[in-house]
């Protein structure tokens, strides 16, 4: 009676424990399937918390801004750019003096529309210390007419005539198409020159802000005194950028205008 009273025992044990094990199963699956909606739910709330802020700011699609822009090498303005590449970005010119910003996806709004990605297009590089135009590299100690030169980017705001400039010594692709209506002006120069606001800020109140036509001119005309080079525009292939988003501003001398 011991032996048999024993081996029912262990019976009893091992249906037990098969019946344990069948539970741990059961509850197994619907556990799986909630931790796949947590990580789930979770990647998309990242997803969102990375792009809404960028397209939440301006420029964003559907704005179409305008700025003003020259080279200034020594002593005079060297002549507009024009896009060498088909714009991917929305943000381009029309060898008319113009930065026309107007993104075609948030990949570049908000603060990811900035001078970098403005060069991509036209064929300018931009960097920490120095930029590339039509061959020519400029940096500090530039030589002009036995002088050395400083380059800096001043940015006014058109609509405040008694603004002084914002003024950028580093970090040049990095600064921002933060506003409608600005002027800049990338100037090579010797310390102390006056440093004087691009020729084509004129041209900023004549553009119709949807076509881009002078207001008064014939259909199709961009510019009154530079021919037109016509952007090969091409939103559906705006691909994702990843320019960086600061730039370092310096406190502008006090003989700039």
């Known amino acids: 009676m011991g032996k ?18 069948s539970d741990q199963r059961k509850w197994m699956f619907p556990l799986a399937i909630a931790a796949l909606v947590i990580v789930g739910v979770g990647v998309i709330l990242v997803a969102r918390s990375g792009f809404d802020p960028v397209s939440a ?3 964003k699609p559907g704005e179409h801004w305008h700025q003003a822009y020259g080279f200034y090498v020594c002593d005079s303005f060297l002549p507009p750019q024009v896009d060498v590449t088909a714009d991917r970005t929305g943000i381009h010119t ?3 003096g113009i930065i026309h910003t107007h993104p075609f ?3 570049y709004a908000g603060s990811k529309a900035t001078l970098g990605v403005w060069g991509e297009t036209v064929g300018v590089d931009f960097t920490s210390d120095s930029w590339d135009v039509a061959g020519e590299t400029y940096t500090n100690g530039f030589d002009c007419g036995g002088q050395p030169a400083q380059l800096s980017v001043y940015k006014w705001p058109l609509d405040d005539a008694e603004a002084q400039p914002e003024v950028f010594t580093s970090d040049f692709g990095d600064i921002r198409l933060d506003s409608d209506r600005l002027a800049f002006t990338f100037a090579v120069v010797p310390a102390g020159t006056e440093v004087p606001k691009p020729d084509s800020v004129d041209t900023v109140d004549q553009l ?12 199709g005309t961009s510019t009154l005194t530079v021919p037109v080079t016509p952007s090969s525009v091409d939103p559906a292939a705006a691909a994702s950028a990843d320019p960086t988003t600061s730039s370092s501003a310096a406190t502008p001398p006090s003989s700039s205008p």
Do not use: F, I, L, Y
């Not at 002078?214 to 259909?219: D, L």
């Open 4 to 21: 048999a009273s024993s081996a029912k025992k262990v019976a009893r044990a091992a249906r037990a424990g098969g019946a344990k094990t």
């Open 57 to 59: 700011e301006s420029p």
């Open 94 to 96: 029309h060898g008319d």
């Open 105 to 107: 996806s948030n990949a």
């Open 208 to 219: 119709d802000p949807v076509t881009d036509e002078v207001r008064g001119a014939p259909a």
